[in-house]
């Protein structure tokens, strides 16, 4: 990604592997903030929530997304490797070891963890088919939410990364028809959300293409509502050595109607940062830009960024025993952000997790922090049932 982190330049070939290889919810009140903010109401709280994993079980794809071709030749990786098991592509291990996705008993204990922090839903990587991800969408992840009383929506990454206009905007129709009028679907202004990502340095979507992609998938699905993920660099503020300034939303995009919300998924992919004065200036200006436009904005929070299993240049975010969590999300909050996204909850190649991990001294701590800021206790759910898997 230009050499900044690992949603762009590590990501799009990776992510072409697999392609080739295969509510109306309001702000919830709440007390202040962790660390000191005067905010009286928090933001809806998401988090990205991934369906790409297979177990070394699989039949097909043993060990799909934990690992990594980069992981192969990575003297961390293989010193950190485990009998039976490749070369791990994270910085750190699950709680339950390496799992699949489609394991019903894992995406329960994913819910439960998710509600006990305080979360109010996970927008869910969509890829359609590849690595049979809409199945384990339509088949596990959706009736777990369902029945636990949790919310989803989708995160569509097939914004940026299709071939064809057509064959995508018909994809995110047949998508949508298919979960909109779940009762676990996530609606806001009593619209189904959905998320497009966007690659900041080069983005698939241009305002033509939203206007049209909108008009497409609402004459068959009705009004949804549209969170947009465009961030770009200002070179004339970073000449004038304006920091705050150096992100902001892409021109075009904040006078374009249909937009309601504004997005980027990383700082990592953008700009480097992660305490609070680094943070707190640019949040304040690019929610300002939305909010000047009549939208609503949407800003992501991180524990932590660490792509060295996978990466001969890696970039790594200090997790700091949690305080880069804490600044975020009080970052966030002091800008009047009207969502919060953490990015991730599992993306474990590029250890951004939230998820818990046996690495960390308490495999709960960032859930644990969430839910502070959330104004409440978080409790631990049981352990799933996972035989023969991982010492408990």
């Known amino acids: ?4 982190g690992g949603r762009t330049a590590e990501r799009i070939p990776w992510v072409l592997v697999m392609l080739v290889a295969a509510v109306a919810t309001q702000c919830a009140a709440a007390g202040p903030a962790s660390g000191g903010t005067t905010e009286a109401r928090k933001p809806l709280l998401v988090a990205a929530y991934y369906v790409w994993y297979r ?5 097909l794809r043993p060990w799909s997304v934990w690992n ?4 192969e030749t990575n003297a961390l990786a293989l010193a950190e490797q485990r009998p039976g098991e490749p070369p791990m592509a994270s910085a750190a291990r699950p709680l339950i070891g390496p799992y699949d996705s489609a394991d019903p008993n894992v995406v329960e204990w994913h819910v439960k963890l998710a509600q006990a922090a305080g979360l109010n839903a996970f927008l869910v990587d969509y ?17 777990t939410i369902e029945r636990l009383g949790f919310k989803y929506a989708l995160l569509d990454e097939r914004a940026q990364f299709h071939s064809s206009f057509d064959d995508y905007a018909a994809m995110l129709t047949r998508a949508l028809r298919r979960h909109k009028d779940s009762p676990a679907y996530l609606r806001i202004d009593g619209r189904p959300v959905v998320y497009l990502y966007q690659v900041a340095q080069k983005p698939g979507l241009t305002p033509a293409d939203f206007t049209a992609l909108k008009a497409r998938v609402e004459a068959e699905c009705g009004p949804v509502y549209w969170i947009v993920d465009k961030i770009a660099h200002d070179a004339a503020a970073a000449a004038a050595g304006e920091d705050d300034r150096v992100k902001r939303i892409t021109p075009g995009w904040p006078e374009l109607p249909g937009v309601d919300c504004f997005a980027f998924y990383s700082t990592f992919s953008n700009y480097r940062a992660h305490t609070y004065d680094e ?3 640019k949040y304040r200006y690019i929610a300002q830009m939305a909010h000047d436009a ?3 904005m949407l800003l992501p929070v991180h524990p932590g960024h660490d792509n060295s299993r996978f990466r001969d240049d890696p970039y790594v975010m200090p997790r700091r025993d949690g305080q880069t969590l804490r600044d975020f999300l ?16 599992n993306e474990w190649p590029e250890t951004t997790v939230v998820e818990p991990s046996s690495t960390w001294v308490d495999p709960y701590l960032y859930l644990k922090i969430l839910a502070e800021w959330r104004g409440r206790e978080f409790v631990a759910p049981t352990l799933p049932a996972r035989p023969g898997r991982e010492p408990r």
């Not at 177990?55 to 039949?59: E, I, V």
């Not at 049979?132 to 969408?137: A, P, Y």
């Not at 800008?335 to 996204?341: P, S, T, Y």
């Open 55 to 59: 177990d070394g079980n699989h039949p």
């Open 1 to 4: 990604m230009g050499g900044v």
């Open 127 to 143: 890829w359609d088919a590849v690595n049979e991800q809409d199945k384990v969408i339509d088949e596990v992840v959706r009736p």
């Open 279 to 281: 943070l707190a200036g």
């Open 68 to 71: 990594h071709r980069g992981s």
């Open 330 to 345: 009080r970052a966030a909050t002091d800008a009047g952000a009207d969502m919060v996204m953490v990015t991730s909850w």
């Open 294 to 296: 009549g939208k609503r």
